[in-house]
């Protein structure tokens, strides 16, 4: 066996210091002779622990051979027989936690870099206009609508249209995608590639019928009587509060409001765009996830001076991605580890000037088997801001919930569905990603597409629930 | 895309649009709203559904130009697109028997309120309306509130028109002459709907109002609409736009619709004087 370079090959970055003064994207990609170069460090395994370790079992030592052997084109096809949305999975997939970890290297050295690989990948099949359009089944006449058009839905989507049924995407928003569009930052997910991937979903036959929110502009019950079917991807997309004197403070965003502002509403381009955000000097972000992390870059981005990322535990137990930790790190960002926040002061005309925290401590491992931060008595502190972003979470998208009668919704809002089906307990009604698991990740939001797109099918031949 | 069918002007810088949106004129009940985005670049604003055609699939919607977003709005002629109509959204109002309700409408809030008294009247409550303006010629949907109401009072700030003073002035007076008032609802300028709460309280009058907190999703995602009723957070475009007068806090809502002066004044300088370039600098 030759031997093995310890590191990845390196993936070109944009310098942090142009980086935060642009919203263009971060790392670069392979060139064509690295990734060569980084598929030729796969062991091709015979018993590869990546794949296991892949939500949806893309089959990747094969596809690193195609590449190991300049056979780009066969590579792509490969990825794409389970995951039809590459170019953002190779961008923004926790490759770490997932097929990188079980990869054999990874005991003694750095993973092949799978996820650099898939992107590569991606985004050469694009560039040189090679996407093709896989031949369409016969119709069968059903007719499938879902709601929600992330990457839960369009996946979903994608795979009833190619079985041959018609579907109906009905998005809340004015743009399809779900978080991809609204939420993960240009710099980190250039919005011209989920674009791009969104148009692939169109040509497989699906409909998107954009502005239209179910619940309101029509319920699940009303479209049940049009449709054979429906899917209900309506994600994780209500925002979390402390619940903390001042909350109501100008200047105190929630992340969903100020992502939604930049990335969909592209308020970082006020006034060209109508849409404003608040340019803060020293804003500071609380919680120590990826929509935090964005958030803090983000800010640096509209000109912030100082962001801070105000954190109740280590950085150890922070649920962002390595790579964004890093990446933020890199830029500037100021981390306030182990520190709560307990209330704010504003200004007399209302504006927020001021954090109020306390300092943490971390104690026994709580449910989640991360150890618990524990208040340090009188150990209260201010930080001086203005502009807070909360970014503490959010819970399933109650709408539906609260207006199709049928369906059983567990205690924090979540449809309940079978995680081998995607059957909710509504006849013709399946249910996947975030709005069943809580927020989550793109892969596992495609994953339970997918198996509700197989029981769906199995459904609408057989009308056997 | 959505085409506008028709558009008035009801008086200086209030209009009425017609649109042609079927999905949403059959599902809208009173007290919902659309949201509107314009062009690619637009804003996404929040407004209330006046009235429909159901049959032929026309929503009604009258707006005050105040802004850029609204003025862009008000420069539309029938035949032209927005890019997206959204709705309807929020909870529909409460229409049920009370037996004597007072509706109030301020400025553009008439047209807000139409819907809501026209149902009210039409199962068989007692409709008694107050609506005023500033002036006279703000004055807008007389008539049409009128044919909805058992009884029609008007008010402008000046006394060009009606009585001279507020509609809490008149709410007072009905008040005190001792008239059993079973339900208020109140739909206009936040300072006003603060003021009919605060005139209705000490009578323990259950009093509605409807909150225009700013927006952007409209579907409960983005927690900018958050006000605080009751001591508790709600989020006006899904758990709203109607609450308990006597329980909002009025001042943070006052507060928050604030955020953006600065922003606001920079995007109507910009538009105005690009407005003027295309029409030859007049
Ligand atoms: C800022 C941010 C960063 C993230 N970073 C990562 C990352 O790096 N890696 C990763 O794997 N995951 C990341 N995630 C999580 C990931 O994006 C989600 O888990 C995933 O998008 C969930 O997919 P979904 O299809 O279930 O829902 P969503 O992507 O939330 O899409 C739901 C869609 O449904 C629409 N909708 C809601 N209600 C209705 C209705 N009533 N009618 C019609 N439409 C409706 C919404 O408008 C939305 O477009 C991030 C999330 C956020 C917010
Ligand atoms: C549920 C609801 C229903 C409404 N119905 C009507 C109506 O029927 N007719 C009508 O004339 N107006 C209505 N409004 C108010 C209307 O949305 C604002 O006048 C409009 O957004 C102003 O936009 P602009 O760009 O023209 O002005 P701007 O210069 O941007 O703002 C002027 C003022 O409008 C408010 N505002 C700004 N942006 C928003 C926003 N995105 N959402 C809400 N308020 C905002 C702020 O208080 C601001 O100071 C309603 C508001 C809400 C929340
Ligand atoms: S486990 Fe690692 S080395 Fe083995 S096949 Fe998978 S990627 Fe290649
Ligand atoms: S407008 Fe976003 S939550 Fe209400």
Same mark, same amino acid.
């Given at each position: 066996m030759a031997k093995v370079s310890e590191k990845k090959v390196p993936m070109r970055e944009q310098d942090p210091k142009?980086?935060?003064?642009?919203?263009?994207?971060?790392?670069?990609?392979?060139?064509?002779?690295?990734?060569?170069?980084?598929?030729?460090?796969?062991?091709?395994?015979?018993?590869?622990?990546?794949?296991?370790?892949?939500?949806?079992?893309?089959?990747?030592?094969?596809?690193?051979?195609?590449?190991?052997?300049?056979?780009?084109?066969?590579?792509?096809?490969?990825?794409?027989?389970?995951?039809?949305?590459?170019?953002?999975?190779?961008?923004?997939?926790?490759?770490?936690?997932?097929?990188?970890?079980?990869?054999?290297?990874?005991?003694?050295?750095?993973?092949?870099?799978?996820?650099?690989?898939?992107r590569f990948a991606a985004d050469w099949e694009a560039e040189n206009n090679l996407v093709e359009i896989p031949p369409k089944q016969p119709s069968t006449g059903k007719r499938v609508a879902v709601v929600g058009s992330g990457p839960a839905g369009l996946v979903f989507a994608g795979d009833l249209a190619q079985l041959g049924h018609e579907v109906v995407i009905f998005e809340a928003l004015h743009k399809p995608g779900g978080v991809l569009i609204y939420g993960i930052p240009e710099f980190r997910l250039p919005k011209a590639i989920v674009e791009r991937e969104i148009e692939y979903v169109k040509q497989l036959g699906v409909k998107i019928i954009t502005s239209f929110v179910v619940g309101q502009t029509k319920t699940v019950d009303e479209l049940l009587q049009e449709f054979d079917a429906v899917f209900i991807g309506t994600g994780a997309g209500l925002p979390w509060f402390m619940n903390i004197p001042g909350e109501?403070?100008?200047?105190?965003?929630?992340?969903?409001?100020?992502?939604?502002?930049?990335?969909?509403?592209?308020?970082?381009?006020?006034?060209?765009?109508?849409?404003?955000?608040?340019?803060?000097?020293?804003?500071? +972000?609380?919680? %120590? $996830?990826?929509?935090?992390?964005? &958030? *803090?870059?983000?800010? #640096?981005?509209? =000109? @912030?001076?100082?962001?801070?990322?105000?954190?109740?535990?280590?950085?150890?137990?922070?649920?962002?991605?390595?790579?964004?930790?890093?990446?933020?790190?890199?830029?500037?960002?100021?981390?306030?580890?182990?520190?709560?926040?307990?209330?704010?002061?504003?200004?007399?005309?209302?504006?927020?000037?001021?954090?109020?925290?306390?300092?943490?401590?971390?104690?026994?491992?709580?449910?989640?088997?991360?150890?618990?931060?524990?208040?340090?008595?009188?150990?209260?502190?201010?930080?001086?801001?203005?502009?807070?972003?909360?970014?503490?979470?959010?819970?399933?998208?109650?709408?539906?919930?609260?207006?199709?009668?049928?369906?059983?919704?567990?205690?924090?809002?979540?449809?309940?569905?079978?995680?081998?089906?995607?059957?909710?307990?509504?006849?013709? +009604?399946?249910? %996947? $990603?975030?709005?069943?698991?809580? &927020? *989550?990740?793109?892969? #596992?939001?495609? =994953? @339970?597409?997918?198996?509700a797109a197989r029981a769906c099918d199995e459904y609408l031949k057989t009308n056997i629930w | 895309m959505f085409k506008i069918l028709s558009t008035k002007a009801l008086a200086p810088n209030i209009k009425c649009f017609e649109f042609e949106a079927p999905y949403i004129a059959q599902k809208a009940q009173p007290g919902q709203f659309v949201v509107v985005r314009i062009n690619e670049t637009g804003e996404r604003i929040p407004l209330t559904i006046a009235d429909t055609k159901k049959d032929q699939g026309v929503v009604i919607i009258v707006f005050q130009e105040v802004g850029k977003t609204t003025k862009l709005l008000g420069t539309l002629k029938a035949g032209d697109y927005v890019l997206d109509l959204l709705g309807p959204l929020g909870k529909p109002s409460e229409i049920k028997y009370y037996g004597t309700v007072v509706c109030i409408g301020g400025g553009v809030g008439t047209p807000e309120i139409y819907p809501i008294a026209r149902a009210l009247k039409e199962i068989g409550n007692k409709v008694v309306t107050i609506i005023g303006a500033r002036t006279k010629e703000l004055l807008i949907m007389v008539e049409e509130m009128r044919s909805v109401s058992d009884e029609l009072y008007i008010t402008t700030d000046d006394g060009s028109y009606g009585t001279k003073g507020l509609v809490t002035d008149e709410l007072k007076r009905l008040i005190s002459q001792g008239i059993k008032i079973d339900k208020v609802f109140a739909v206009g300028p936040v300072i006003m709907m603060k003021a009919v709460s605060e005139t209705t309280r000490p009578y323990n009058i259950p009093t509605v109002v409807s909150l225009n907190p700013i927006m952007l999703d409209a579907t409960g995602m983005c927690g900018v609409c958050r006000v605080e009723v009751g001591g508790e957070t709600k989020f006006a475009c899904v758990d709203g736009p109607e609450f308990d007068g006597h329980q909002v806090n009025f001042d943070t809502l006052m507060m928050r619709l604030k955020t953006y002066l600065k922003e606001e004044r920079v995007s109507l300088e910009l538009f105005e004087k690009q407005s003027h370039k295309c029409c030859g600098g007049q």
């Open positions: 142009a980086r935060i003064k642009n919203f263009q994207e971060v790392p670069f990609g392979y060139t064509e002779e690295e990734a060569v170069l980084e598929a030729k460090r796969c062991l091709q395994c015979k018993k590869p622990g990546c794949v296991k370790g892949c939500p949806v079992e893309i089959d990747i030592p094969a596809f690193i051979a195609r590449i190991a052997e300049r056979d780009f084109k066969n590579a792509i096809k490969i990825i794409k027989k389970k995951n039809v949305l590459p170019a953002i999975c190779g961008r923004v997939c926790p490759q770490e936690d997932q097929c990188e970890k079980e990869c054999v290297l990874a005991k003694k050295m750095e993973p092949v870099a799978i996820g650099r690989l898939e109501h403070l100008n200047g105190i965003y929630s992340a969903n409001e100020y992502l939604v502002r930049t990335n969909l509403m592209k308020a970082y381009l006020f006034p060209e765009y109508d849409t404003p955000i608040v340019r803060g000097r020293r804003v500071a +972000v609380i919680g %120590g $996830g990826n929509v935090a992390m964005d &958030a *803090a870059r983000t800010a #640096l981005r509209l =000109g @912030a001076e100082t962001s801070t990322i105000v954190y109740r535990r280590s950085r150890k137990e922070m649920p962002a991605r390595e790579e964004e930790i890093v990446h933020a790190e890199e830029e500037g960002v100021r981390f306030e580890f182990l520190t709560l926040p307990v209330r704010y002061y504003g200004t007399e005309d209302g504006w927020v000037k001021e954090i109020e925290c306390v300092r943490m401590e971390l104690g026994e491992p709580d449910a989640s088997g991360r150890r618990r931060p524990i208040v340090i008595p009188n150990s209260e502190f201010r930080i001086p801001v203005d502009t807070v972003v909360v970014a503490i979470g959010q819970s399933p998208n109650p709408l539906i919930p609260k207006t199709t009668p049928g369906l059983e919704i567990g205690k924090h809002g979540n449809i309940m569905a079978d995680e081998k089906t995607g059957k909710t307990t509504k006849k013709g +009604v399946f249910a %996947g $990603g975030d709005i069943v698991t809580g &927020a *989550a990740t793109v892969i #596992l939001a495609m =994953g @339970a597409g997918r198996i | -």
